[in-house]
T-cell receptor, first 113, second 114 residues
């Protein structure tokens, strides 16, 4: 079945460092891909998404490109801030009726000043 | 205006009790979901409803029973609570049931069974 694998954390960075969180997927069809962010004590918020190969999703300085050839959707940000400290989830939507979003295990990011 | 709202936010109860968590969405979405997040932050789908019809029913103990009185509401009732039920439960909604458009999540209900 479909699945998502993302790098395990925690990831610890200093403010203004470059961030990459790796995400790869397996899917039989043409899924949509998402990054969600969960701040402490809160629910999940959609950070960005891409619905087809070569699409680039971007929001709040974060970017991810849907790479079909490498089945990847890595999250990047050029300069992280303390306020970016959160748990980041990569997710896959198969596009098939009767299915639910499949999430990776989450990566905890901690940014210090 | 909260798009997906869950109540209560925190729930502490004793083993063996029965409790309910309520969820309401004002987005006009057709599909609603319950997810369970364990202590390691892993998210697992439990149920989904599309316009009051049960669509997804994952391997969940039958002590858990979802109820959808209308397409804007999806409640979760749990009988005979056990220690292992302690988790954060998230409600979510989507415009359609394929996952392509992504979901809007509520802020979660932290259930602690003692």
């Amino acid at each position: 079945g479909d699945s998502v694998t993302q790098m395990e954390g925690p990831v610890t960075l200093s403010e203004e460092a470059f961030l990459t969180i790796n995400c790869t997927y397996t899917a039989t069809g043409y899924p949509s891909l998402f990054w969600y962010v969960q701040y402490p004590g809160e629910g999940l918020q959609l950070l960005l998404k891409a619905t087809k190969a070569d699409d680039k999703g971007s929001n709040k300085g974060f970017e991810a490109t849907y790479r079909k050839e490498t089945t990847s959707f890595h999250l990047e940000k050029g300069s992280v801030q303390v306020s970016d400290s959160a748990v980041y989830f990569c997710a896959l939507g198969s596009g098939q009726a009767g299915t639910a979003l499949i999430f990776g295990k989450g990566t905890t990011l901690s940014v210090s000043s | 205006d909260t798009a997906v709202s869950q109540t209560p936010k925190y729930l502490v109860t004793q083993m063996g009790n029965d409790k309910s968590i309520k969820c309401e969405q004002n987005l006009g979405h057709d599909t609603m979901y319950w997810y369970k997040q364990d202590s390691k932050k892993f998210l697992k789908i439990m149920f989904s409803y599309n316009n009051k019809e049960l669509i997804i029913n994952e391997t969940v103990p039958n002590r858990f029973s979802p109820k959808s009185p209308d397409k804007a509401h999806l409640n979760l009732h749990i009988n005979s609570l056990e220690l292992g039920d302690s988790a954060v439960y998230f409600c979510a909604s989507s415009q359609e049931g394929t996952g392509r458009a992504g979901y809007t999540f509520g802020s979660g209900t932290r259930l602690t069974v003692v």
